[in-house]
């Protein structure tokens, strides 16, 4: 049976330190779908959030990438333990 997914793709400015901010709250990456411009990570069995260094966000869009300094581009919530 097909599960659906949701899959939230975040530019951020430090993949490091995005990284370790998401393991520190408890989640996990998934090192099958990461490299040195993408982490995956788990947050659960339907949900992947995708942060992705800024350079490998823009090549999944024309548009300008928000300067998260001046602007917001989204807002989103998730539970956590």
Known sequence: M????IFVNLAVNDLEASKKF???LGFALNEQFSD????SVV????IV???MKKER???FTKKQIADSSQTVEALLALSAE
């Open 57 to 59: 966000f823009g090549q």
């Open 36 to 39: 040195d411009s993408t982490a």
């Open 22 to 24: 998401f393991t520190e």
């Open 49 to 51: 959030l995708m942060i």
């Open 43 to 46: 947050i659960s069995d339907a």
């Open 2 to 5: 097909y599960q659906q997914m």
